[in-house]
């Protein structure tokens, strides 16, 4: 027996995009590694992505399609699965129009080719899609309200900065290639700082931590503006580079140091010491994605916009406000598919329950699944449960039996990561790649660009979704293939994108319309964190990313019976013991949680893992209502109150 080392790229929804080496042995994946000569990877991966062997392996693996039939999904040829999806999707379609189906396409595998299911769908209908974005939409229609682009300088572009602040951000888990880079940064001088209201593992990193009140963001980087404007440090050209700057500066002196220190919960020579920081730079704020996440996500993002560009830092090398890289820039994504312009009605996702129960004239009677989980990622997910449950007939698309799939109509199997060939740039570095697989799906598991094409002859669609994965993956390419960025060059390793810059805005002018930057000039009444006080549900729980868990997928051992949550010993049940299971309620749902205590936490907040399965009573997204950001249909996650009580004391269910 022969080992044989095979490259491939990681599609799960990461920044990183790592390089992958698999050890393959007789067809069989014995393990991985990162790859050595990717320039971000460098040599190691993830705990969650080095244990995918476990995943590939699952029981939950889908290896053939499942129907319905009498209540039960049973394994049925791919043939008859597709035949009786396409009888339904033209008789619905034929009884009701396009707009009763339903295409929800997500991030769990972040592959260019999953926008050829859009393109199915555009010309089969076109069909209703959904619109806003529940991981990062409130940061990027900030950035692209303020600099006409959510983007970043390059990520090596951190080796010429004197200050690095990681606001709200968790590189050991949620962006582990980063942390080499902090760590040499930091070798060569300069200082990071860590601002979040959990204490967590990336506090290692830091020099400096500091807590600030949930949702406390804004007033903070108000704060540090109006210290700014008070100790001389706001830099006229960074001032003369934006649109608005009297409004802003209003904004800052609307309150003392005092007063918007006492909203962030921090003290005023904190936040003055801060300001000293972005006065001296270069410094860079790398904008943490789970912080966006509230109903002032918007408001926090631009606040943090503003500081670093009146203050001069987002017009130099070193400095920048860094949310997200564009990892679509490259490609030539409407090639494929156009998207929402296309369709004849939109669903919200952080709302998607709402939205499908209200949809009238038609109702959506059919929903098809693309790369998401959605009732185990979206808040109010026991309603997102029970629109599965209840919709007429439902497809997902997915190598995993999920929460979602449980409960469809028909499951279709795809490749895993391991078995993919797509193409993918990242949101978190510059660099582009293609997947390969190491190794075949089963017989008979079709690739998505496959499954496609034979649904659409079907359907009498067979021209318009003609093509091989090749095919399509010179299509997306259409715009850098005159750069170098071919697929046979690809094929030979990753490539920066050639059209990256390595300061986005080193000209003092930004991608507005007016080349501008856009200031925040007013915060809604969301942004004051005091004013939501509760006394019924006294704590704010964060359901956090977790070094084992990729959204709805866990690695290693998982979570056990039940789940956790994490907080102060002072926000303990009176009665209640580290170890104990006990009830976390919200206004929206309850779980059974076992309790862990950490007297490093702020005693305000309650921690659980993202990502929970439903089925497993794990889901922390039952106790999360349905609620949008201030920008960008994203999902308020954060905007979520909880209260502990022992077993013998919980609600009635």
Known sequence: MVDTVRRTTCSRDCPDACGILATVRDGVVQSLAGDPEHPV??????????????????????????????GELVPVSMGEALDYAAKQLQRI?????????????????????????????????????????????????????????????????????????????????????????????????????????VRHASVSLADRYIAPRPGGDAALACGIGRALVERGGIDPAGAAACEN???????????????????????????????????????????????????????????????????????????????????????????????VEMAPRVIREPQLAEDVLAAKDPPIRAIWVTAGNP???????????????????????????????????????????????????????????????????????????????????????????????????RRLLRDVEGHGVSLPRLRRGVIRNPQRREQLFEDHRVATPTGRVQLIDELPSAADPVGGANGEYPLWLFSNSTEKSQASQWAGRGLETHTWVLVHPGAVPVGACEGDVIEVASEAGALHAKLRLDADLRPDVAVMPKGGHFDSGHAANVLIRARATDLGLGAAYLDCRVRLRRLDQASPA
């Open 245 to 339: 700057f009297p409004a802003w500066r209003e904004l800052v002196m609307s309150r003392s140091l005092e007063e918007w220190a006492a909203t962030a919960d921090l003290p005023a020579a904190t936040i003055d010491a801060l300001a000293a920081d972005f006065a001296e730079g270069p410094t860079a704020i790398l904008v943490g994605w789970g912080m966006q996440r509230r109903s002032n996500g918007a408001a926090i993002v631009r606040s943090l916009d503003a500081l670093s560009a009146v203050s001069g830092n987002l017009f130099r090398p070193g400095g920048g406000c860094s949310f997200y890289f564009r990892r679509r820039a490259a490609f030539a994504s409407e090639a494929v598919a156009r998207g």
């Open 375 to 473: 009732v185990a990622m979206l808040p109010d997910a026991a309603a997102v449960a029970r629109v599965f449950e209840q919709t007429e007939f439902t497809v997902v698309v997915d190598p995993l039996l999920t929460d979602t799939g449980r409960r469809a109509s028909l499951v279709l199997p795809v490749p895993t990561l391991l078995e993919d060939s797509d193409l993918l740039g990242a949101y978190g570095h510059d660099w582009l790649a293609e997947s390969q697989p190491v190794v075949p799906p089963p017989p008979g598991v079709l690739h998505e660009v496959e499954l496609l094409a034979a649904l659409a002859e079907r359907v009498g669609l067979g021209a318009e979704l003609a093509g091989t994965v090749d095919d399509y993956k």
């Open 41 to 70: 990877t460098r040599g190691f991966l993830c705990f969650r992505t080095s244990r995918f062997v476990a995943t590939q392996n699952s029981p939950e693996r889908v290896t053939q399609p499942l129907l319905r039939k009498g």
């Open 93 to 197: 379609r034929a009884e009701s129009g396009p707009a009763a189906i339903f295409h929800y396409r997500s991030g769990g595998s972040l592959g260019l080719l999953k926008l050829v299911a859009d393109r199915f769908f555009e010309h089969f209908g076109p069909c209703a899609t959904k619109i806003g974005d529940i991981c990062s939409g409130a940061g990027e229609a900030a950035q692209e309200l303020d600099l006409g682009v959510a983007d970043s300088n390059a990520l090596f572009d951190l080796r010429h900065s004197k200050h690095i602040y990681l606001w709200g951000k968790n590189p050991k888990v949620s962006s582990v290639h980063l942390v080499p880079l902090l760590k040499e940064c930091r070798a060569r001088g300069a200082r990071v700082t860590l601002i979040d209201p």
